[in-house]
């Protein structure tokens, strides 16, 4: 079956990094776009950051863009999210998702088609 597990979260003072990973399996990797969302206590899941089928193409959120990092290794069917500056903002649940259409910032969480576990964020000022 289809599995998407998330690590690397946990509490981070403002102005840190942290580096989220996501193994996958039962589906075929390398033919669906990856992608991270995340949902804050009370907020709607939005969508943070993709990264297409070939890693030719990678998608944020403005809120995020200059500051996250995305990118996939289809050897080792992992995609990654590199966290930088981050802010008290950025605290939510982060979720791997994975979709055999193109994600983008205007991706909507109702239309994604897998979903890992989460993995909790905490940046504090």
């Known amino acids: 079956q289809v599995q998407l597990v998330e690590s690397g979260g946990g509490l981070v003072q403002a102005g840190g990094s942290l580096s989220l990973s996501c193994a996958a399996s039962?589906?075929?990797?390398?033919?669906?776009?990856m992608g991270w969302f995340r949902q804050a206590p009370g907020k709607e899941r939005e969508f943070v950051a993709a990264?297409?089928?070939?890693?030719?193409?990678?998608y944020y959120a403005d809120s995020v863009k200059g500051r996250f990092t995305v990118s996939r290794d289809n050897a080792e069917n992992t995609v990654y999210l590199l966290m930088n500056s981050l802010k008290p903002e950025d605290t939510a649940i982060y979720y791997c998702?994975?979709?055999?259409?193109?994600?983008?910032?205007?991706?909507?969480?109702?239309?994604?088609?897998?979903w890992g576990q989460g993995t909790q964020v905490t940046v504090s000022s």
């Open positions: 990264v297409s089928w070939t890693t030719s193409n990678a």
């Open positions: 998702a994975a979709d055999g259409f193109v994600m983008t910032q205007t991706t909507r969480a109702v239309n994604v088609h897998y």
């Open positions: 039962g589906f075929t990797f390398n033919r669906h776009a």
